[in-house]
Structure formats: structure tokens, C-alpha cells
């Protein structure tokens, strides 16, 4: 009977995949473990592997094939024995239905997702009724709001703004809502009440101010190139998008003196075993950095957690994710319980997953989850800079570069010193301004005496 090669599921979220490379060619002889193609996920590229023995009979999908359903035939294996003629002719033919069972599996999930934004405020589905909140177009005042353009057009075409319902922030009336009253197709204020209940529970995220042929018109013809997003943008701009409309954030800044966190990682470095002509190991400061975090939460442990809906994570780890720059994109692999781990470990550690992300080559399981994260623009000369917390963790580190700056001594006198600008974003459900303040406290005690980071 024909082995029928689906598209994997390569990690817990993903629902599409591309064809990078096929491995084999048809017709020639597989067995269990050889690698039958390399598949790019938004975040890695990936190896599917055979479970079963036999022929490779036909190649259903070929490489450079973008956005193939998980689930999807991909590929058919002529068993032991089995006419390959046959099995390519027919084994498509009894191909499995996941693919059209999941749908239904992710249907409550999204749902659920979408309901619970629309309950807090999170934005309207431009398809459908306004929510009685974001419906009322009278400020506090009578006044109708509504914007410059919205008053013009409305008096152009004899329209009662006070009859149309808004669909901007707050309920604010905007273009839109006017080119959709002129063709008949806004809501008047008396169907309001009418038009709110029968409106669907779910809401999408807001409509874009302008649609792409909109943007595309403000430009010269020719004057740019037009590059479609990839998998991995998407996913940036999705989950970047949901962070700030759902979390809650909150900024904490501090300066760190780096002098003899800087004396101390020149003593280590100069210190390190050389081997085949190379150093068992080079410190950098986001090392000091991953580590001075760690530390900071486990001596701080009611700021490592996470937030869900029902209770709060207290996690018995300090697993740090660390962002690192990819073409197209960036990534963020953690390293795991950094608290226990030495700085050497560290820094061989982030060596290996930089080289490793920059080719696409990262597990799933090394850049999902982490209690925490750390965003380094320091390298770039940039002072300082607030990041965007990135769920399920409810803090994120943002560094600044380390520059000369005048300080004032403990004697009172007037100094220089090497200085880093650090800020904490942090999700405030989960994690208070004092307490943030008393974790960025002890990140600073631990930056500035780096023995401590030793022991």
C-alpha cells in the first residue's frame, strides 16, 4: 500500500510551511531516518525525515513551494515490494483529511482569542456593527466628533452626521464611515441598539487607515519596489501588533556603570585556555548582560512569571530569550535556566544559536517559550530604547551602548565613567512598578560588582 508524506507540523503554532529542497529524487531507495526534504517554518528551516522504508515514488509538492497546509500530501513512498508505477498513479488518491478537519481544531482557539479582545476593547471587525462602546459618535459636550474631512464630505453629500454611526477611535466619525453612509452601507443611530446585538461576539483587529492600492497611490509609479512579506514578517507583525493592543506596558529605566564589569572581562578573556590555536572562550557584556538578568530574577522571584487569564506562572527557571538579528527578521533563542550556567557557557552558547539562527537551523524548543527576554542595541551606538514585551514573558530587557559619560563621585566630585542605559518594559498585570523597580535594582547591583556574578 502507498506511504502516503504529509506536510509535518514542525512546532506547536505553525500552520503552513515552504518547500525549500527536496533531498531525494523520485525513484530513488529510502530508509527509516534519511532526509527527505528541508522545510522553512517563519522562523527556521527545518529537516523532514523518513519513518517508513520503500521507493520514493512521486514528489507531489516540488521544492520552492510556498505556504503548503500542514497535513498536506507532499510526497508518496512505494512500500517493500510494491509496484512503483502503481503506488505514484494512485497513492494521492486515498491522501488522509486532516487537512480539512484543521480548520475546525484551530476554529475555538482563534475564537476564543478574538472574543476575549473584543471584550476588553482591542479593536472593531470593520465587517461588521460597531460595539455599543465604540458606537457613540456624541462627545460629553453634544458635539458630534468627527473628523475634518468626515464634516466636509458629509455636508458635500447632505448627510445627517448625527445619524451615522463612527467608526474610529472612540467612535470617532471618519472618511470611511462617510463613503460607506453615501453607499448605503453605515449603520444610522436609531439601528444602532438593533444592529449592536446582532453583531457578532468576535472582533479582528482594526481596519488599516488606508488599504495598500491607497498607500501604493501616494507614490510615484516606478518610484519604489514592491517586496512581499514573508512568512517570518507576518508572524513579527502579528505578534508585535497583538502585544501592544493586549498588554498593558510599563517603562523603568536605569544607568549602569560598567568600569569594572569591563576590567573584570578583560581578566577572564585573557585568561582563557587556548586551544588548536583559538580561545576556549571570548566574553562579550550581553553575556554579563543574560547573566546579571538571570541572577536579578531569581533573587527577585514574584517578577518571574508569566500572566494567563486564570492565574499567574511563578516559573522555578530563569530561561532568558536573547534577540538576534537575522535577514528578514529577527529571533529570540533562550538559554535555559541562565541563572546556574557560568558566563563561558553562556557566551559558547549564544555563539553557537546566533550561527545557528542566521542560517535558519534553530529547533523549535530553542526559541519557544523563556521566562524572560533581552534586546541588544548597544553594538549599534544606540543610547537607549524601550522593547516590546513579547508573550508568554512579562518583562524584556532593552541595553543601550556603554559611553563615556560625566558622573558625580561618591565623594561628591565630579568624574567619568563608562555608562549603560538600560530600560525594562514590563506587563504591568503581571509585574508592578515597584516591583520592577526593586528587579532592575538588583540588576544593577549585579552590573556594577560582576564578582557577584562569579560565585
Excluded at 444610522?188 to 482594526?206: C, L, W
Excluded at 535556566?337 to 559558547?348: E, F, Q, T, V, Y
Excluded at 542595541?377 to 559611553?403: C, Q, R, S, W, Y
Aim: glycine share 8%; hydrophobic share 45%; charged share 25%.
Amino acid at each position: 500500500m502507498p506511504i502516503n508524506v504529509l506536510m509535518p507540523a514542525l512546532s506547536p503554532t505553525m500552520e503552513k510551511g515552504n518547500l525549500a529542497k527536496w533531498l531525494k529524487k523520485e525513484g530513488d531507495t529510502i530508509k527509516s531516518g534519511d532526509v527527505l526534504a528541508e522545510i522553512e517554518t517563519d522562523k527556521a528551516t527545518m529537516e523532514v525525515e523518513a519513518v517508513d522504508e520503500g521507493v520514493l515514488a512521486r514528489i507531489v509538492v516540488p521544492e520552492g513551494t510556498a505556504d503548503v497546509p500542514v497535513n498536506d500530501l507532499i510526497a508518496i513512498i512505494a512500500g517493500e515490494g510494491e509496484d512503483v508505477k502503481a503506488a505514484a498513479s494512485g497513492g494521492g488518491a486515498t491522501a488522509p483529511a486532516p487537512k480539512a478537519e484543521a480548520p475546525k481544531a484551530e476554529a475555538p482557539k482563534e475564537a476564543k482569542a478574538e472574543a476575549a479582545a473584543a471584550e476588553k476593547g482591542y479593536g472593531v471587525n470593520p465587517g461588521a456593527a460597531p460595539a455599543p462602546a465604540a458606537s457613540a459618535p456624541a462627545s460629553s459636550g453634544g458635539r458630534i466628533a468627527a473628523s475634518p474631512l468626515a464634516k466636509r464630505l458629509a455636508k458635500e453629500a447632505g448627510l445627517d452626521l448625527a445619524a451615522i454611526q463612527g467608526s474610529g477611535p472612540h467612535g470617532r466619525i471618519v472618511e470611511r464611515d462617510i463613503l460607506a453612509a453615501k453607499s448605503g452601507g453605515a449603520p444610522k443611530a436609531a439601528a444602532a441598539p438593533q444592529a449592536a446585538a446582532a453583531a457578532p461576539k468576535v472582533a479582528a483587529a482594526p481596519a488599516p487607515s488606508m488599504s495598500d492600492d491607497q498607500v501604493k497611490k501616494l507614490f510615484a509609479e516606478g518610484s519604489f519596489e514592491e517586496v512581499p512579506h514573508d512568512g517570518m514578517r507576518k508572524t513579527i507583525a502579528r505578534r508585535l501588533l497583538e502585544a501592544k493592543q493586549t498588554i498593558p506596558h510599563f517603562y523603568l529605566t536605569i544607568d549602569c556603570q560598567l568600569d569594572a564589569l569591563l576590567a573584570l572581562r578583560e581578566q577572564i578573556n585573557a585568561a582563557a585556555p587556548v586551544a588548536d590555536g583559538k580561545p576556549a572562550y571570548k566574553l562579550s557584556v550581553n553575556d554579563f548582560v543574560i547573566k546579571a538578568h538571570a541572577l536579578a530574577l531569581k533573587r527577585v522571584p514574584d517578577a518571574n512569571v508569566s500572566w494567563t487569564d486564570g492565574s499567574m506562572l511563578k516559573h522555578k527557571h530563569a530561561d532568558v530569550g536573547v534577540a538576534v538579528s537575522i535577514p528578514g527578521g529577527l529571533i529570540t533563542p533562550i538559554i535555559r535556566d541562565a541563572c546556574h550556567k557560568s558566563l563561558s557557557a553562556i557566551s559558547n552558547e549564544m555563539k553557537d544559536y546566533a550561527a545557528r539562527a542566521k542560517a535558519r537551523k534553530l529547533k523549535p524548543e530553542e526559541y519557544q517559550g523563556g521566562t524572560t527576554a533581552v534586546s541588544n542595541l548597544g553594538m549599534f551606538g544606540v543610547k537607549d530604547f524601550a522593547a516590546i514585551v513579547n508573550p508568554p514573558h512579562a518583562t524584556i530587557l532593552a541595553v543601550g551602548a556603554g559611553e563615556k559619560r560625566p558622573v558625580v563621585k561618591a565623594d561628591g566630585t565630579l568624574g567619568v565613567a563608562t555608562v549603560m542605559s538600560v530600560t525594562l518594559s514590563t506587563d504591568h498585570r503581571a509585574v508592578d512598578g515597584a516591583l520592577g523597580a526593586e528587579l532592575m535594582a538588583a540588576f544593577k547591583q549585579l552590573i556594577e560588582n560582576p564578582m557577584g556574578m562569579l560565585v
